[in-house]
């Protein structure tokens, strides 16, 4: 039975409630493994940080390859395409080190992003470990958790270093984060806010969160027609949010209600 104090938050309908679950029972209350994306969905997509790299990135291009900014920017965006990230199509095609590169594009102000003391409590109270897995450097990230005040509440962060630069959505470095972390996927939940790279996720038997945004990053295919996002259009979407500070307070309090 769905009551009236369902989270505003959640819009769609929960996928699933087992039988014999309470009333207030949590989809979640099998998991013991949450694995979060870090940009655009451990803080808004508003605080707009992408902005910043993508120039950074641009300028990287332009001074590594000798190309004008014009020519770099579409470099970056045609190996953005092509290889799910502009650093693999230039590590493959160009020899770029990747080490000096991710410094370089990651160097940014993240003052945009407020401290969110409630969300670091929330992640407190979740039963089991928290990882953050990320296109992404494991530096960018802790930048981002010191300044959102939560590194303290992840376990690890799982980079595209460690994906050996092979990017989400390909399965493969899914394959490699639940091996070397020891993740049952079936006891696992992805919070996401790209759909795509949750379509992995769930193949493997992960719950799946998105995190709705306004950007045409969020979306399976940015020409796609709105009636291809619907809840039914994207079968490994289970559960949809606007907002995770407010998403993690009621999954806390919903675990807590059904013990
Ligand atoms: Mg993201």
Known sequence: MMTDTAPLTVTAPLAVTAAGHAPMGSPFAHIDTWIFDLDNTLYPAACNLFAQVDVRIGAYIAEALGLDADAAKRLQKDYFRQYGTSLRGLMLNHGVQPGPFL???????VSAILPQPAMAESLAALPGRKII???????????????????????????????DFTPKPDALPY????QRHGIDPTRAVMVEDIAR?????????MATVLVETDSPFSLPNPDAPPEALSPGALPYVQHRITDVPA???QVVADLAASK
């Open 103 to 109: 410094d370089y594009v990651h160097d940014i102000d």
């Open 133 to 163: 897995y990320t296109n992404g450097s494991k530096g960018h990230a802790e930048n981002v958790m010191r300044r959102l005040g939560v590194a303290d509440q992840f376990h690890a962060v799982f980079d595209i270093v460690a994906a």
């Open 175 to 178: 394959t490699t984060l639940i």
């Open 197 to 205: 790279n949750l379509e992995p996720a769930r193949a493997l038997g």
């Open 247 to 249: 998403w993690l307070a």
